[in-house]
């Protein structure tokens, strides 16, 4: 069984801010991947647009793994990304849209997934991911070598 968690952020304003995102996955209680990105601030940038990039990255190592037909558990605490991307709720407008249509076509493609949306206390290493990306942006130079310690294998 895959577990796993995603989360994404806008700072300093959102929208228009520096996104973030994170995303970690876990085989049996043993971490087997993560990553972390970042969009530069700009008008089309979110804290949706970044749990939606999350999400897609976390789909599409899957999708590279092959394993479309594992029981996989994906959980988020963006209650719009669960609900539209699992069919309770409709895919409205916004920045989002275009990125929330793409996960939800890469939802298609497995045969076990489920998604669980957690409170924001259980998703701490998706957060500290998506957070990381956003401060390597907005502080250039700072280090990020402690950062990286605590998601050693």
Same mark, same amino acid.
């Given at each position: 069984?895959?577990? %796993?968690?995603?989360?994404?952020?806008?700072?300093? &304003?959102?929208?228009? /801010?520096? +996104?973030?995102? /994170?995303?970690?996955?876990?085989?049996?209680?043993?971490?087997? !991947?993560?990553?972390?990105?970042?969009?530069?601030?700009?008008?089309?940038?979110?804290?949706?647009? +970044?749990? $939606?990039?999350?999400? =897609?990255? %976390?789909?599409?190592?899957?999708?590279?793994? &092959?394993?479309?037909?594992?029981?996989?558990?994906?959980?988020?605490?963006?209650?719009?990304? =669960?609900? @539209?991307?699992? /069919?309770? !709720? *409709? =895919?409205? *407008?916004?920045?989002?849209?275009?990125? +929330?249509?793409?996960?939800?076509?890469?939802?298609?493609?497995?045969?076990?997934? @489920?998604? *669980? !949306?957690?409170? &924001?206390? $259980?998703?701490?290493?998706?957060?500290?991911?998506?957070?990381?990306?956003?401060? &390597?942006?907005?502080?250039?130079?700072?280090?990020?070598?402690? !950062? %990286?310690?605590?998601? *050693?294998?």
């Amino acid at each position: 069984m895959y577990t %796993a968690f995603f989360d994404g952020s806008c700072e300093p &304003r959102n929208p228009g /801010g520096t +996104a973030g995102y /994170g995303a970690v996955i876990f085989k049996g209680g043993e971490r087997v !991947w993560h990553h972390s990105g970042m969009i530069p601030a700009s008008p089309a940038t979110s804290n949706n647009v +970044a749990e $939606y990039l999350a999400f =897609i990255t %976390a789909l599409d190592w899957f999708i590279g793994q &092959r394993l479309t037909t594992a029981p996989i558990v994906i959980q988020g605490d963006s209650m719009l990304v =669960i609900k @539209q991307c699992f /069919g309770h !709720w *409709k =895919i409205k *407008k916004g920045l989002y849209a275009q990125y +929330a249509i793409e996960a939800k076509n890469k939802v298609k493609k497995f045969s076990a997934l @489920q998604g *669980k !949306w957690i409170s &924001r206390e $259980y998703n701490s290493l998706a957060d500290e991911l998506s957070r990381a990306a956003i401060n &390597r942006e907005l502080e250039p130079g700072v280090s990020t070598a402690n !950062w %990286a310690d605590c998601f *050693k294998a």
